[in-house]
T-cell receptor
Framework: NAGVTQTPKFRVLKTGQSMTLLCAQD?????MYWYRQDPGMGLRLIHY???????AKGEVPDGYNVSRLKKQNFLLGLESAAPSQTSVYFC???????????????FGDGTRLSIL | AQSVTQLGSHVSVSEGALVLLRCNYS??????LFWYVQYPNQGLQLLLK??????LVKGINGFEAEFKKSETSFHLTKPSAHMSDAAEYFC??????????FGTGTSLTVIP
């Protein structure tokens, strides 16, 4: 059982380059999330999705775009990478049972992204 | 909006001593509360959750947390620390909405 799989695990980009981070879950979860983790700041929500074909902005959405074309996949895109986007990115997914928020999130192992 | 405050970004305890990691939340509605643990170079793993059942919640690896509404707290404890408990711990809160709010984390060091 793979759970939540993030691809790639590491990446170094130059300022202005673009890239897409892939998140795949095999648990048939409705909700999926993208976070960034920076030292001393915990996890901050970038975007999330409550189902296939839907996305919504989180706390820090600027500079990022997302898509959820298939239920099991959630893509995070950086159109023009900036050094401020150097971070560790985590994808998570969760069930919805009788309403949102009462089920824990399952996390991937993260993507470590450096922007030079 | 919800928020979570974790007091103490770094906590050190001796092996065998009590572990106490503090979490206070703000929520306008009864919250759902979670503790996660993160080991180096890994994602977050669920330790335990509170979803309005018993106020004392038992989790994995001997951890437990008590929900105190009057203090808006959800502190994490373990009676006896083990070397393998060294990790980063995150408290998170959610209401009935779609988002989770995380604290800034507490790094636990266990001294042999």
């Amino acid at each position: 059982n793979a759970g939540v799989t993030q691809t790639p695990k590491f990446r170094v980009l130059k300022t202005g380059q673009s890239m897409t981070l892939l998140c795949a879950q095999d648990m048939n979860h409705e909700y999926m999330y993208w976070y960034r983790q920076d030292p001393g700041m915990g996890l901050r929500l970038i975007h999330y999705s409550v189902g296939e074909g839907t996305t919504a902005k989180g706390e820090v959405p600027d500079g990022y775009n997302v898509s959820r074309l298939k239920k099991q996949n959630f893509l995070l895109g950086l159109e023009s990478a900036a050094p401020s986007q150097t971070s560790v990115y985590f994808c998570a997914s969760s069930y919805v049972v009788g309403g949102a928020g009462n089920q824990p999130q399952h996390f991937g192992d993260g993507t470590r992204l450096s922007i030079l | 909006a919800q928020s979570v405050t974790q007091l103490g970004s770094h906590v050190s305890v001796s092996e065998g001593a009590l572990v106490l990691l503090r979490c206070n939340y703000s929520s306008s509605v009864p919250p759902y509360l979670f503790w996660y643990v993160q080991y180096p170079n890994q994602g977050l793993q669920l330790l335990l959750k509170y979803t309005s059942a018993a106020t004392l919640v038992k989790g994995i690896n001997g951890f437990e947390a008590e929900f105190k509404k009057s203090e808006t707290s959800f502190h994490l404890t373990k009676p006896s620390a083990h070397m393998s408990d060294a990790a980063e711990y995150f408290c998170a809160v959610s209401d009935s909405g779609n988002q989770f709010y995380f604290g800034t984390g507490t790094s636990l060091t266990v001294i042999p």
